[in-house]
Protein backbone atom coordinates (compact mmCIF):
# COMPACT_ATOMS: atom_id res chain seq x y z
CA UNK A 1 0.00 0.00 0.00
CA UNK A 2 1.63 3.46 -0.81
CA UNK A 3 1.80 5.64 1.55
CA UNK A 4 3.18 9.16 1.91
CA UNK A 5 3.20 10.56 5.48
CA UNK A 6 3.83 14.51 5.73
CA UNK A 7 5.13 16.26 8.99
CA UNK A 8 7.27 19.60 10.30
CA UNK A 9 4.22 21.98 10.02
CA UNK A 10 3.63 24.36 12.94
CA UNK A 11 3.38 27.96 14.03
CA UNK A 12 6.06 30.57 12.71
CA UNK A 13 6.76 34.28 12.41
CA UNK A 14 7.04 36.06 9.52
CA UNK A 15 10.43 35.55 8.32
CA UNK A 16 11.12 32.33 9.74
CA UNK A 17 11.60 28.49 8.71
CA UNK A 18 10.44 25.34 8.38
CA UNK A 19 11.30 22.09 6.84
CA UNK A 20 8.55 19.72 5.80
CA UNK A 21 9.55 16.01 5.21
CA UNK A 22 7.44 13.21 3.67
CA UNK A 23 8.52 9.89 4.28
CA UNK A 24 7.10 7.23 1.87
CA UNK A 25 6.65 3.65 1.70
CA UNK A 26 4.33 1.29 -0.48
CA UNK A 27 6.53 2.04 -3.87
CA UNK A 28 10.10 2.15 -5.34
CA UNK A 29 10.72 6.19 -3.93
CA UNK A 30 13.69 6.22 -6.12
CA UNK A 31 11.66 5.97 -9.22
CA UNK A 32 8.96 8.27 -9.08
CA UNK A 33 8.78 12.27 -9.22
CA UNK A 34 7.64 13.93 -6.50
CA UNK A 35 5.95 17.00 -5.67
CA UNK A 36 4.63 19.43 -3.11
CA UNK A 37 0.86 21.00 -3.51
CA UNK A 38 -0.44 24.02 -0.28
CA UNK A 39 -4.03 25.07 0.02
CA UNK A 40 -4.73 28.35 1.80
CA UNK A 41 -7.44 27.83 4.24
CA UNK A 42 -11.09 27.74 2.74
CA UNK A 43 -9.06 28.12 -0.73
CA UNK A 44 -7.94 25.87 -3.52
CA UNK A 45 -4.94 23.61 -4.70
CA UNK A 46 -1.80 25.80 -5.61
CA UNK A 47 1.09 23.69 -7.00
CA UNK A 48 4.32 24.23 -5.10
CA UNK A 49 7.16 22.10 -6.51
CA UNK A 50 7.67 19.27 -8.09
CA UNK A 51 11.40 17.18 -8.29
CA UNK A 52 12.96 14.66 -10.79
CA UNK A 53 13.26 10.83 -9.36
CA UNK A 54 17.11 11.42 -9.78
CA UNK A 55 17.05 15.38 -8.51
CA UNK A 56 18.03 16.22 -11.97
CA UNK A 57 15.02 18.94 -12.72
CA UNK A 58 13.46 20.77 -9.95
CA UNK A 59 10.79 23.24 -10.83
CA UNK A 60 9.07 25.90 -8.33
CA UNK A 61 5.57 28.44 -8.53
CA UNK A 62 7.15 32.29 -8.83
CA UNK A 63 5.51 33.12 -5.39
CA UNK A 64 7.91 30.76 -3.63
CA UNK A 65 11.23 30.59 -6.40
CA UNK A 66 14.72 31.83 -3.97
CA UNK A 67 12.59 31.31 -0.89
CA UNK A 68 11.57 27.04 -0.82
CA UNK A 69 13.74 24.61 -1.70
CA UNK A 70 12.39 20.64 -2.30
CA UNK A 71 14.88 18.24 -1.71
CA UNK A 72 14.67 14.41 -1.74
CA UNK A 73 16.63 11.48 0.20
CA UNK A 74 16.05 8.30 -2.08
CA UNK A 75 17.89 6.44 1.06
CA UNK A 76 15.55 7.56 3.01
CA UNK A 77 12.16 7.27 0.80
CA UNK A 78 11.64 10.98 2.05
CA UNK A 79 11.14 14.24 0.10
CA UNK A 80 11.74 17.45 2.06
CA UNK A 81 10.75 21.34 1.82
CA UNK A 82 12.79 23.79 3.27
CA UNK A 83 10.50 27.09 3.86
CA UNK A 84 12.26 30.44 4.50
CA UNK A 85 11.92 33.45 4.78
CA UNK A 86 7.70 32.94 5.37
CA UNK A 87 5.33 35.15 4.94
CA UNK A 88 1.47 35.69 6.15
CA UNK A 89 0.48 34.28 2.45
CA UNK A 90 2.38 31.17 2.82
CA UNK A 91 0.09 29.83 5.69
CA UNK A 92 -1.76 26.68 3.79
CA UNK A 93 -1.93 22.87 4.35
CA UNK A 94 1.45 21.21 2.67
CA UNK A 95 0.66 18.09 0.72
CA UNK A 96 3.37 15.54 -0.45
CA UNK A 97 2.12 13.73 -3.89
CA UNK A 98 3.27 11.41 -5.74
CA UNK A 99 4.21 11.81 -9.62
CA UNK A 100 3.93 15.21 -11.16
CA UNK A 101 4.85 14.59 -14.53
CA UNK A 102 1.80 13.38 -16.21
CA UNK A 103 -0.44 13.23 -12.60
CA UNK A 104 -0.27 12.89 -9.25
CA UNK A 105 -1.57 9.64 -8.22
CA UNK A 106 -0.79 9.43 -4.12
CA UNK A 107 -1.15 12.40 -1.89
CA UNK A 108 -0.32 12.50 1.71
CA UNK A 109 -2.79 13.63 4.69
CA UNK A 110 -1.18 17.32 4.41
CA UNK A 111 0.84 19.45 7.29
CA UNK A 112 -0.48 22.68 8.28
CA UNK A 113 1.61 25.37 8.31
CA UNK A 114 0.68 29.13 9.90
CA UNK A 115 2.92 31.96 9.57
CA UNK A 116 1.52 34.81 12.20
CA UNK A 117 3.11 36.94 14.62
CA UNK B 1 -1.48 28.41 -18.32
CA UNK B 2 -4.88 29.75 -16.72
CA UNK B 3 -7.50 27.10 -16.14
CA UNK B 4 -10.70 28.27 -15.86
CA UNK B 5 -13.58 25.72 -14.56
CA UNK B 6 -17.34 26.25 -15.11
CA UNK B 7 -19.03 26.36 -13.07
CA UNK B 8 -18.14 27.06 -9.98
CA UNK B 9 -21.04 25.84 -7.67
CA UNK B 10 -23.03 23.16 -8.80
CA UNK B 11 -25.77 22.19 -7.73
CA UNK B 12 -27.43 18.72 -8.32
CA UNK B 13 -29.28 15.62 -7.39
CA UNK B 14 -28.05 11.87 -6.21
CA UNK B 15 -28.87 9.82 -9.60
CA UNK B 16 -27.79 12.92 -11.48
CA UNK B 17 -25.19 13.44 -14.69
CA UNK B 18 -23.57 16.11 -14.58
CA UNK B 19 -20.66 17.57 -16.38
CA UNK B 20 -17.76 20.01 -15.15
CA UNK B 21 -15.73 22.13 -17.61
CA UNK B 22 -12.30 23.11 -17.87
CA UNK B 23 -10.40 25.50 -20.05
CA UNK B 24 -6.67 26.19 -20.21
CA UNK B 25 -5.49 29.77 -21.81
CA UNK B 26 -3.11 28.07 -23.82
CA UNK B 27 -3.22 24.30 -25.72
CA UNK B 28 -1.86 21.84 -23.01
CA UNK B 29 -2.64 18.46 -25.36
CA UNK B 30 -3.92 15.63 -23.24
CA UNK B 31 -1.84 16.43 -19.98
CA UNK B 32 -5.01 17.07 -17.78
CA UNK B 33 -5.59 15.84 -14.86
CA UNK B 34 -9.16 15.86 -12.70
CA UNK B 35 -8.78 15.29 -8.82
CA UNK B 36 -11.97 15.09 -6.27
CA UNK B 37 -11.12 16.92 -2.69
CA UNK B 38 -13.86 16.05 0.27
CA UNK B 39 -13.74 18.16 3.04
CA UNK B 40 -10.81 18.12 5.31
CA UNK B 41 -9.38 15.36 3.34
CA UNK B 42 -6.66 15.15 0.57
CA UNK B 43 -7.10 15.46 -2.93
CA UNK B 44 -7.73 11.96 -5.01
CA UNK B 45 -6.78 11.38 -8.42
CA UNK B 46 -10.00 10.50 -10.74
CA UNK B 47 -8.86 11.02 -14.21
CA UNK B 48 -5.06 11.69 -16.16
CA UNK B 49 -3.95 12.36 -19.67
CA UNK B 50 -7.46 13.85 -19.67
CA UNK B 51 -9.28 10.85 -20.58
CA UNK B 52 -7.93 7.59 -18.32
CA UNK B 53 -9.55 6.80 -15.68
CA UNK B 54 -7.11 5.96 -12.39
CA UNK B 55 -7.19 2.69 -11.37
CA UNK B 56 -10.19 1.95 -8.53
CA UNK B 57 -12.10 4.83 -10.01
CA UNK B 58 -15.93 3.88 -10.65
CA UNK B 59 -16.41 4.26 -13.75
CA UNK B 60 -19.39 6.64 -13.55
CA UNK B 61 -16.49 9.41 -14.19
CA UNK B 62 -15.20 10.01 -17.53
CA UNK B 63 -12.91 12.89 -19.04
CA UNK B 64 -12.52 13.79 -22.19
CA UNK B 65 -11.08 16.59 -24.56
CA UNK B 66 -7.78 18.22 -25.64
CA UNK B 67 -5.54 21.16 -26.31
CA UNK B 68 -8.03 24.25 -24.88
CA UNK B 69 -11.21 22.36 -23.20
CA UNK B 70 -12.11 19.30 -21.21
CA UNK B 71 -14.68 18.05 -19.47
CA UNK B 72 -15.21 15.93 -16.45
CA UNK B 73 -18.51 13.81 -16.65
CA UNK B 74 -20.03 11.86 -13.86
CA UNK B 75 -22.74 9.63 -15.01
CA UNK B 76 -24.89 9.45 -11.87
CA UNK B 77 -24.24 11.03 -9.03
CA UNK B 78 -23.78 8.94 -5.73
CA UNK B 79 -23.58 11.00 -2.24
CA UNK B 80 -19.98 10.38 -2.05
CA UNK B 81 -19.43 12.45 -4.95
CA UNK B 82 -20.94 15.60 -3.47
CA UNK B 83 -17.63 17.51 -2.96
CA UNK B 84 -15.13 19.90 -4.92
CA UNK B 85 -13.44 18.90 -8.37
CA UNK B 86 -9.83 20.11 -9.65
CA UNK B 87 -8.55 20.26 -12.98
CA UNK B 88 -4.55 20.65 -13.51
CA UNK B 89 -2.35 20.99 -16.43
CA UNK B 90 0.70 19.06 -16.35
CA UNK B 91 2.32 20.07 -19.73
CA UNK B 92 4.01 23.17 -18.80
CA UNK B 93 5.56 24.42 -15.65
CA UNK B 94 4.61 25.91 -13.37
CA UNK B 95 1.75 23.04 -12.94
CA UNK B 96 -1.51 25.09 -12.83
CA UNK B 97 -4.92 24.36 -10.88
CA UNK B 98 -8.28 25.18 -11.64
CA UNK B 99 -10.34 27.34 -9.35
CA UNK B 100 -11.99 24.29 -8.35
CA UNK B 101 -16.17 23.21 -8.71
CA UNK B 102 -18.41 22.65 -5.64
CA UNK B 103 -20.53 19.97 -6.25
CA UNK B 104 -23.62 20.08 -3.68
CA UNK B 105 -26.74 18.76 -2.74
Known amino acids: EVQLVESGGGLVQPGGSLRLSCVAS????????MTWVRQAPGQGLEWVAT????????QYVDSVQGRFTISRDNAKNSLYLQLNNLRVEDTATYYC??????????WGQGTRVTVSS | IQLTQSPPLLSASVGDRVTITCRAS??????LAWYQQRPGRAPKLLIYAASTLQSGVPSRFSGSGSATEFTLTIGSLQPEDFATYYCQQLSVYPRSFGQGTKLEI
Open chain 1, 97 to 106: ARGGQSRCDY
Open chain 1, 26 to 33: GFSFSTQS
Open chain 2, 26 to 31: QGVGSS
Open chain 1, 51 to 58: MREDGSEK
